[in-house]
């Protein structure tokens, strides 16, 4: 094997890993001025009320330590474990044991220890496209291959057809998000039914398990009375990933989970990789993390509140012309941007403090993202001036 | 390149992983009564007495969110960053930069963090024999090679030649780890320059730069008045590891922080690989601990009663007949076991509630470990069993 990095101060795979987030990291650290006091700041799902007092009591309250033994090298606390299995269980219509359940920093950090203990180096992971921003980075910092996967144009459907066209030999993982950034969509059971087929059937052909790993991180954010479905019901090699980034909006307090499907092959072994991958890569929780977590659990933002902006953005945004699906669930609206180039368009807003995201950022020029986790009275002052872009790039105004 | 993992559910990396760590986590596992009232529990660097309100309190204020952006996705808070690399500087006599400072949950998350931006598969790692526990694993997790050079027997320096031998034109990197667990030796600066100059010249040799990643986690736990040197003052391209879990004596709650050396090479490629790897890898603290940092530098664990636990076990068993260093630094004691045998001392002393652990767990057989981070009483109920498990296993007496 040649020595990939001999002439540079990082790795090979770091390099990769670098140049693939260049892109969104730019757009994410671009000049803005977001304490201006007119800032619309629809960039990414992040806090823009106050942390609810119940949540930071809760976390308080599970930092005051009962024994000495309160703060020692160990393992997770069950009583944790359990309260997470049970409601997860419940909620996905899964037959859980706290033994598959692990707790995590998040999805990202479920993901990328699940990353570390199924793949070698020349593995590929099929991914979908729009990806979250790191998916890439994240399997290229493991020396493996990301193969993305377009999702069907406008109605974001996984392309069946060609996820199966995308697997190789070389397949050990494909990660799926559902409901998924940006588009909002939570993947139906036929669509989830045929992609079990076809990674049942990819697996048996090349002698080789393809793991598939969903992550669930906007599973609690759901509209219109939906209900989640996990691909753990219908594929047996399934990890479900979870966070509490976005059911409490606190996602620099690190906290999550990720389980196994109760039919899982090679439970045991994969539970052992878990628990020693867990310790030397860090992605336990902290302490108090996890013994707030059975209250956290029964913690959530404001979901209505949310449906409520995504209803009157929609609604709003379509009378003056977008084009703009109502998502179905998570934080985000993914309208078509009025001009090819969303670039140009999210910087004309960017010159009048509403801040978005191009479609760019996501793989899919011509649209743009709208978090709805900013407050009402920055929906009421975006409004007119997304009314304003779309008059100003409309073919007849030019 | 062949498909390693084919048939095996995790990757290959992960199983060799596994495998490096089975032997050490059967022996902290072992069944052990550590809830009998007689038990005496020597075996980690963990908390025997309740965490001071102090600390406690110092957390509790953290959690406490004085804007709605408080717990945001965001860079690490700066007045965090700011106070380490004051507080770091001072204590090593280095001149830093707060950009060459990282934010981690712990020496080991800083440890994976670089590891993980320097390596490539391939890649081969020096590091002293005794080395912590996870060393090995860590770098095998990163389909990287650990290359392990045994300290000098008895002294426990650094044995230079041999780590000049060790290294091959695939080294990237070397981890040293002073002062030094479980032997208690703060490595003196001409040991450090001598292994500065072998690096400098190596990397020369290779055209490689073969990296140190300097890990000072018992920096602070220093005994007799003695003062840390670190490896970063004579090698350029050092990364000093520091971690609150040794000063504080809550480990389940992480956190930590590396820094560069001022005058390392590439600094600017290795900040963006950092900043990036730190995002990417989960390896910054919670917010609640970025908050509580500045305050928790100042904290520090009662040093002088672990000098005196130290004392008054070294004069007592070197009384009773055991060979046995006092250690500079640190938390432990790892004296001579009077039989080849460590495993069936140390499992005479289990059975009499004296939790200790063998040489063997640290590459070292015929010697074991004792941590004198068990409480005043548990050192006064052990030595009575410690002068019998000499007597009995001394020729003597067989």
Known sequence: MEISNRESAIAGRAARALAAV?????????????????????????????????YVAAVQRAIQPDSPAYFRYGPPWQPAVAAVTAALAGRLG????????????????????????????????????????????????????????????????????????????????????????????????????????ILERASAQHHRRIYLLSDEAYARILFDGRAMVTPARFYP?????????????????????????????????????????????GATPDTAMQHAMPELERQIIDVAAVERRRDRMVVAMRDQGYAVESPEAGFYLFPRSPIADGLEFCGWLDERHVYTLPG???????????????????????????????????PAAS
């Open 237 to 281: 090699a399934t990890f479900v990933l979870h966070s509490y980034s976005k059911t409490l909006l606190a996602p620099s307090q690190r906290a999550g989970y990720l389980a196994m499907s109760p039919a899982m092959p090679e439970r045991e072994q994969l539970r052992r990789a878990l628990m020693l991958g867990s310790i030397s890569a």
């Open 22 to 54: 260049g892109p969104i990291m730019r757009f994410l650290m671009q000049a803005r001025d977001l304490g201006h006091p007119d800032a619309c700041d629809f960039l990414a799902g992040n806090p823009l009320e106050l942390a609810s007092q119940e």
């Open 360 to 394: 760019e950022a996501f793989e899919r020029p011509g649209y743009f993202r709208i978090s709805l986790t900013a407050t009402d009275e920055m929906v009421e002052r975006a409004l007119p001036v997304l009314a304003d872009a779309i008059r100003s790039f409309s």
């Open 94 to 197: 899964l037959e859980l044991v706290p033994e598959d359940v692990f707790l995590t920093r998040g999805a990202s950090s479920g993901l990328v220890l699940l990353l570390r203990i199924l793949l070698d180096p020349g593995d590929e992971v099929v991914m979908m496209s729009p990806p979250w921003f790191f998916y890439e980075a994240v399997v290229l910092a493991e020396s493996a291959e990301p193969v993305k996967v377009p999702l069907t144009p406008g109605t974001f459907d996984l392309d069946l057809p060609a996820i199966e066209r995308a697997i190789t030999p070389r397949t050990r993982a494909m990660i799926v998000n559902t409901p998924h950034n940006p588009s909002g969509r939570i993947y139906p059971e036929d669509q989830l039914r045929g992609l079990a087929e």
